[in-house]
């Protein structure tokens, strides 16, 4: 039994648990994304690297990230909305932070690499229009529950 073998199977089962830590499909893109190293594109994980080498854990995550982002895109519109609503519930100024998404559109970096050009317009147009209605609705305090 290779060494490779034997450690990317618990390499898995751990980074899955990692993920499901993470209660919303939003905020586990955002996780995956901040593992992207923005100059090389090499996704790293100190924990999983140890376990299973950089190459095979920088694979893992850009598998992972391709996986949520595509879960992310088959929720509708309500069910992409509700899930923002989860993720800002633990934001401090949640009407200020959609208010700076919305304006810089730093949610195009939660789109992996490996996202088609539509599928990246549909994300982008998407999330624009969540964003705007959430920072109308939690600036003007009627916030749907």
Excluded at 12 to 32: E, K, N, Q, S
Excluded at 113 to 126: G, K, S, V
Aim: aromatic share 8%; with cysteine; net charge negative.
């Amino acid at each position: 039994m290779s060494m490779g073998k034997s450690a990317s199977e618990p390499a898995g089962d751990l980074w899955r648990h990692t993920l499901a830590r993470i209660p919303t499909l939003y905020g586990r893109l955002i996780y995956l994304a901040s593992l992207r190293n923005s100059a090389s594109g090499e996704y790293e994980h100190s924990a999983l690297t140890q376990m299973v080498g950089g190459e095979q854990a920088s694979e893992t995550l850009r598998r992972s990230h391709g996986r949520v982002f595509q879960d992310w895109l088959c929720l509708n519109l309500e069910q992409q909305k509700a899930d923002l609503e989860e993720y800002l519930a633990e934001a401090e100024s949640p009407a200020t932070l959609l208010s700076g998404w919305a304006q810089a559109e730093s949610y195009r970096e939660l789109i992996p690499a490996t996202a088609q050009d539509a599928e990246q317009q549909l994300f982008a147009a998407d999330l624009h229009t969540l964003l705007l209605l959430l920072a109308q609705e939690y600036s003007a305090g009627g916030r749907a529950s």
